[in-house]
């Protein structure tokens, strides 16, 4: 029954609220990303969002799900070269304009990211199984591969938490 | 620019994209001792205002933006 659940649930609920009755703060200096997508476009945003916080002394904690695992098989990135469905169009002229410009690779700006901050990537265990690799199948940057509920652990407190 | 500061270490971000500049700069600053003086260059536009937050964010001093022929060049001093 759907409607017991807010009554069994009740105490879980409350443990969250100060005695004013609003959320906890979020208190950790850290940005939490859930990276689903697996487009270079969109990784490269995350790597960048990642490698500003890092710099700005921000912890960075990154769960790899979906395209966003696949995205860190050995080797992938080098080939990678797909772009959102809606910006299809774009695909070419973003290739050309990155070497053009000479844009760092979202590798290596998440390689930059770790070397100079707490930066620490997970890859999500669902994806994982779905897809029958281990974590010696993704790139040595991936840290380990944990389930949903670690990085929410690590999120909670997150000041900010993306969804890329 | 008026004053002359004596340059510690000297770092070419010019050509370089967000965010390189300012991951050029935290990498560099962690091989400096407090007191030292680093100059960067960059010619992204973002670094202006990345830059200042940057050495607002970590404590460290920005001394002197000297902004010529779009190159920005920043003058920070580790805390």
Redesign the interface.
């Known amino acids: 029954m759907y409607g017991e659940f807010p009554l069994e649930g009740q105490g879980q609920v409350d443990s969250l609220l100060d005695p004013a009755g609003s959320m906890k703060p979020a208190t950790a200096n850290r940005l939490a990303i859930v990276l689903f997508s697996g487009t270079m476009d969109k990784l490269l945003s995350a790597s960048?969002m990642a490698?500003?916080a890092?710099?700005?002394?921000m912890d960075v904690e990154i769960f790899l799900t979906n395209w966003g695992a696949l995205a860190f098989r050995k080797d992938d990135y080098k080939t990678n070269k797909r772009v959102s469905a809606d910006f299809a169009d774009y695909q070419s002229v973003l290739m050309e304009q990155m070497a053009a410009?000479?844009?760092?690779s979202w590798m290596e700006?998440l390689e930059?990211?770790k070397?100079?901050?707490n930066v620490h990537i997970a890859a999500c265990s669902h994806t994982m199984t779905l897809f029958d690799l281990r974590l010696d199948d993704l790139e040595p940057i991936v840290d380990e591969v944990t389930g949903v509920a670690a990085f929410v652990e690590r999120a909670r407190d997150s000041a900010m938490t993306l969804y890329i | 620019m008026t004053t002359t500061y004596w340059v510690d270490k000297f770092v070419d971000a010019k050509?370089?994209?967000?965010?390189?500049p300012?991951?050029m700069?935290?990498?560099a600053f962690?091989e400096l001792a407090p007191g030292q003086i680093l100059a960067i260059s960059a010619t992204d536009p973002g670094s202006k205002a990345?830059v200042s937050?940057?050495a607002e964010?970590?404590g460290n001093t920005l001394l002197e933006l000297v902004e010529e022929a779009g190159v920005f060049t920043f003058y920070l001093k580790k805390a």
């Open positions: 960048i490698t500003g890092a710099a700005m002394g410009k000479h844009v760092t700006n930059g990211a070397e100079i901050g | 050509g370089q994209t967000c965010p390189m300012v991951l700069l935290a990498k962690k990345d937050a940057w964010k970590t």
